[in-house]
């Protein structure tokens, strides 16, 4: 990641980033895969905005720095524009990145307010990225609108990574190839600017657990482990084998993030036999992206990257601690 290229894709690995939670926990709390039963993501405990800033000023007087990550499991929108508000009524000149739900409150009315406070960047899990999946998942919301979301961004000029899983229980083959013909649609569009397939792993604290006979899973024995029992081995008879996935769609997200690949029959990454896309080949439409928009997106590449164009081998990440009367950085 550290010798990527891609501007959305260094975020992690390359600048120094000053660490803030908007919120404690999630104030969605409902996906099927995550942990909500754990206090992190059930409980919702937000800040308010004024606090926020205040934090920010903060951050900044006592190090200099004026780029932040909002280390949020899940950004919540309202809060989100009550800190971008603060943030220009206060004259600040910061950049910022965070995770958000890609949810029908981010229009693009707030991508556009986001986008004037700072907001280089933002993640979001699409998850398996079909509707009958991200209904299960609940996630609540469904592809048309994760589309808007990310267009809004886009064309608010701010860089769009996605989370990908694969592998959830009942996902067939037919809906594999669709999620990525979907994400194809995506980078086409430039809609989405990086993303990542994580292999779905179930763990005792999430709603996924629980639900195993309803899922048709069959939990496995675990084992022995010193520490703690978090991710559970589990079967699914008469399911589908997701493992002879993993290379092509990694191969495929790699060279969609490079600018390749991206008019390619999907079926042509995989070494396999895999069903026809049946997503529509036009889902994702309107990608005529103004110049203006190709402007403002060139412009926030260049200050993500921050550092020129050529990919460099960095890691530094500061932590900053809040011990009740200043900041503490960690070096
Ligand atoms: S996956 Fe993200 S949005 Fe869903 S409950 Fe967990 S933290 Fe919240």
């Known amino acids: 990641m550290a010798e990527s290229p891609n501007p959305m894709h260094r975020l992690w690995s390359e600048r120094r980033w000053l660490k803030l939670a908007l919120a404690h926990g999630c104030y969605w709390h409902r996906c099927t895969f995550c942990d909500t039963c754990l206090d992190t993501i059930a409980r919702f405990d937000p800040a308010d905005a004024k606090t926020v800033v205040g934090w920010m000023e903060a951050a900044m007087a006592q190090t200099g720095e004026r780029s932040f990550h909002f280390v949020d499991e899940a950004a919540p929108p309202a809060l989100l524009a009550a800190v971008a508000r603060r943030i220009l009524d206060r004259g600040l000149e910061v950049e910022w990145w965070t995770n958000i739900r890609f949810e029908r409150h981010f229009t693009p009315a707030l991508a556009d307010l986001l986008a004037r406070s700072g907001c280089l960047a933002v993640t979001g899990g699409l998850e398996c990225a079909t509707d009958r999946l991200l209904a299960l998942l609940r996630k609540g919301f469904d592809l048309a609108q994760a589309t808007r979301v990310m267009a809004a961004f886009a064309r608010a000029g701010v860089l769009v990574h996605a989370y990908l899983m694969y592998g959830y229980p009942t996902q067939t083959a037919q809906e594999t190839v669709d999620a990525l013909e979907l994400v194809r649609q995506l980078f086409a569009a430039s809609f989405l600017d990086s993303a990542y397939w994580h292999r779905f792993a179930l763990t005792v604290h999430s709603p996924a657990f629980r639900a195993a006979d309803q899922l048709g899973i069959r939990i496995l024995e675990t084992p022995p482990t010193a ?53 529509a080949r036009g889902f994702v439409r309107a990608p005529q992206i103004t110049s203006a928009t190709a402007t403002a997106k060139a412009r926030t590449s260049a200050s993500a990257a921050g550092l020129g164009s050529q990919p460099r081998i960095r890691c530094r990440v500061s932590m900053l601690v809040w011990n009740g009367s200043s900041f503490n950085t960690t070096p």
Not at 252 to 279: I, Q, T
Request: hydrophobic content about 40%.
């Open 227 to 279: 520490f703690a029992r978090n991710e559970v081995p589990f079967g699914e008879p008469g399911g589908e084998d997701p493992a002879p996935f993993a290379a092509g769609l990694r191969r495929a997200v790699y060279n969609f993030m490079h600018g390749e690949g991206l008019r390619a029959d999907v079926r042509s990454w995989f070494e396999f036999p895999v069903p026809r896309p049946k997503l």
